[in-house]
């Protein structure tokens, strides 16, 4: 057995790695790629390009400063930025809903639960007005732009725009502040 | 913190929170060029970071949509794994373009800490030797291991990812070649285009003479002195032909925070651990 993280042992040349990475956190990327492009041919290709991402920086990682969850949705997130600029968010070729025949897939769910980090931002999000959650939802997760979450809210485009930054910034002074209270704690 | 700095410091969360929701249009990219120099990448990442957490948080919420990864996505996927790690282990051959992009087995990588661990510093050699604009001279101290270069055969992806990393990276910086001294009259052409966010760049080279790698190869040093005295090792590469542009990926194997300068000597076949120069082409990063 190793203590190296996963992401470490890649960057250490250890092939079987990949694979565990791809146990580890496949269905995570799939899933995220899934709702945020909204179609399952982008997101194949999405996923593939992260996976490729991922190994390239996994030199980079540092468990002192993040998570492997964390600095994996990170370059997920960039990645999955750069195709929707790039293509636009597609009709989707296949219902995703459909696809919800398939069975839920519990690890994810599960390694979700593990992260303190999303257990907090979660506690944040669930402190938020419902329409400025659905706001954050539409534009974070599920990939819509500010047009069109302005014209399916039927709110102004600059009030979209806003509660999304402050969304963002509430998220981020909370986390901060929970990090100070628990430095403080140590002390 | 004085109103205008307070209200520059809130426009500029706006930018990386824009940002971190569906990234940025090329307006926005300029603003993005004033953010201070001493904001580190890390905090200019921490919106993107919040933003991955918040989409994560969701798809927790959203338990029904986390599903399996298809098998034939699998599958490609562990294909492409197969391609990355060949071509990062490939061999150098002559007539192709290199790619500076080692990937070291796990053991190499263990035999490779201990070593630099070990080493003490008086193997060290100074590595004294170049100017360039205003007569710059920097004592370089190479303390590298001796990564080696691969091959990837010439594509035009290599030319496209340079190309959209010039475009796409907001802090990618483009330095063109100069001769130094030591190598006058060859008409050296190219640039080096690098970003310190991705820790990726490119050289893109015209005029270097071909090398026969039996005999020696070029190598590339990465000056930083923000960083440590010594420059980081870029690994080493052939140049094919006397004809046409070469461009080759650098994978950097050490951090590097603000690159001074990019440096080529020719070395023995493999590269040297610790280079006594001299320094055929510079790029000095303007300050």
Redesign the interface.
Known sequence: MTDQSILERISGGDKAAVKDCLDAYGALVWSLARRFLGNVADAEDAVQDIFIAIWSAAGQYDASIASEITFISTIARRRLIDRLRKTGRRPATESLDSEDSAQPQPAVASRLEESAEVAKVARVLESMPPDNREILAMSLYEGYSHSEIAGHMELPLGTVKTRVRRGLMQIREQLQLTDELAQDELR | MSETEENSVDRL??IL??E????LGADQEHLLKSIPDDLSP?ER??????????????????????????EH??E???T??DE??ARQLAKSNAGKVVELNE????N???KLNESQQQAPRSNINTWIGWSVAAALLIALVVNQSDFRGTLETPASSIAQQRVELLN?TRDAIQVPWRETADFQGAGIDGDVVWSNST?QGFLRLAGLPANDPTISQYQLWIVDPDRDANPVDGGVFDVASNDGETIIRIDA?L?VKSPAAFAVTREKPGGVVVSAGPLLIVAAVKS
């Open positions: 969360l706006e929170a824009d971190a929701a569906f990234g890390a990442d921490e919106m993107m970071k919040i933003a991955g957490l918040t989409q994560l948080s969701f798809l927790k919420i959203d338990a029904q949509a986390c599903q399996e990864m298809p996505l699998r490609k996927i562990l492409k794994a990355f790690f990937f070291r087995t796990a190499e990588a263990k796409e820790q194997k951090n």
